[in-house]
């Protein structure tokens, strides 16, 4: 009998999980090769999941490589082999948190300003369909700033794992340290957010009509 | 539990179906399963936050950085500074007994050298009972010595014998009249 959709991706999956522990049990065996493995692995994950936070290429570029130099540093902490994942998420987020902290004191000090914030790596080119991706892109990204601004910390947070990093309410719980009773209540919260933005919802829309 | 399986499900009921289809009341659960409308309600709201997902995706630049790791490897060096723990808390332990003494000795070791400190403190002993022994010989200052006539000093032995005449020698003067021993 063949296999469904379902399977064939939770196999996919489960080859990958297993990949993933014997990388891990080499890179703390002392193998730096392993570990590059692992980054190429998971490099454009939390590199996603830092500038969905920070919105500057640059600071995202930063922010991963501080990550990945920490995991490699403190990989022999990690307990669970199998939750290397999550375990990338939760240095991820305790460094976006160090990041948003040392610009708020550099703000104090008026040696930072939010144009600094600004990711203009693609507004330079003038080229007819180039300029209305880029036009698309910015809007997008100024109403999922907008819905996010209408969330709280805890809120915002579970919107982002779940829909753009795609973890599920377990691995939610585990990188915030919290329960999944709670993970579940904030997520249902900003749902009833996200659905009142119907900007938002208008241009999602069209999107997958122009598809 | 019985329901009105006309009733469709409200739209916190489908967010709530969206978070944990599994946390929703047998009865809504069921009504889900077997209504198309609210099964495709359910669907529709879902695929706009797949496409959240997936147009962040499409929207976020790659990145151009490549991720430096240093040459090191973290397990050698963390296995190593495990094995010599017992050293680095003993180095530890003898510095700070070490920086304890030196701030509560009552001498310092200074770049003079401990020889020449004590020589010197011998010295300056020595002046000092010089001193004490002079005061304790007299007291008073030359000047009252003067004053009461005590400053000579030069008395001889025989002005000693005079005024503390020996015992064991005959007597000066004899008065048989008199108290007294009769020389043999």
Known sequence: MPLSDQEKHNSKAMETASQVTALVNQARAGSKSAFEQLVDLFHEDIF????????????????????FLNAFKSLSKLKKVEQFRIWLFKIGLNRIRDFYRKKRVRSIFGAYS?????????????DQPEALNNLMKHEFWKHIGLLLEKLSRMEREVFLLRFMDHLNIREISQVL???ESSVKTHLYRALQKFRKESELINLLKEEVTSQ | MSFDKSVHLSEDQLLMAI?????????????LFTCPKC????????????????????????SKQRILLPESEPR???????GQQAAFGLALTVAMLILVVWWTAPFKITPEGGVEITAREMQEAESLMTEISILAENALPTVYLDIIGESYTGFDEEFMQFIIPSINKEPQSYDPGTKGVMPC
């Open chain 1, 48 to 67: 996603r999941m830092v500038y969905y936070r920070t919105r500057a290429r640059m600071d995202a570029e930063d922010i991963t490589q501080e990550i």
């Open chain 1, 114 to 126: 939010d144009d600094d914030n600004i990711d203009q790596s693609d507004t330079t080119n003038n």
């Open chain 1, 177 to 179: 340290k919290s329960s």
């Open chain 2, 19 to 31: 978070v944990e289809e599994s946390d929703l009341p047998i009865s809504l659960r069921e009504h």
């Open chain 2, 39 to 62: 099964r495709a309600d359910k669907v529709r709201f879902e695929q706009k936050l797949t496409q959240v997902g997936r147009m962040a995706k499409y929207y976020t630049p790659p």
């Open chain 2, 76 to 82: 050698s060096f963390y296995l190593w500074f495990r």
